[in-house]
Nanobody
Framework: QVQLVESGGGLVQAGDSLRLSCAASGRTFSNYIMTWFRQAPGKEREFVGGISRGGGTTSYTNSVKGRFTISRDNAKNTMYLQMDSLKPEDTAVYYC????????????????WGQGTQVTVSS
């Protein structure tokens, strides 16, 4: 079992920055591909981006490329999502997820999920 806890969400204005954290406990963090998803009210859960086990490979959805950066610190069992130039359409609950397979945009591929942290961007 892997337990995931997100933190760092909040209310910001358009153009601001925010950094989310995902702290993991349980099994060996470095064994897992880690990913961020988000879900806005009335919408399906959406892939934001993911990072490989060692952190050398990242993948992002087009709408956040150039604005969001995913990183991880395996010594601290933590993944991060640096969000810059935030837009109102980034408003959602952000979830981190873990899998042992590969970076996938499909939520069904992920074995473990956090409870989510709310990000609200006002215009």
């Amino acid at each position: 079992q892997v337990q995931l806890v997100e933190s760092g969400g909040g209310l910001v204005q358009a153009g601001d920055s925010l950094r989310l954290s995902c702290a993991a406990s349980g099994r060996t963090f470095s064994n897992y591909i880690m990913t961020w998803f988000r879900q806005a009210p009335g919408k399906e859960r959406e892939f934001v981006g993911g990072i490989s086990r060692g952190g050398g490979t990242t993948s992002y959805t087009n709408s956040v490329k150039g604005r969001f950066t995913i990183s991880r610190d395996n010594a601290k069992n933590t993944m991060y999502l640096q969000m810059d130039s935030l837009k109102p359409e980034d408003t959602a609950v952000y979830y981190c997820a873990a899998t042992t397979s590969y970076i996938s945009s499909r939520p069904v591929e992920y074995d473990y999920w956090g409870q989510g942290t709310q990000v609200t961007v006002s215009s």
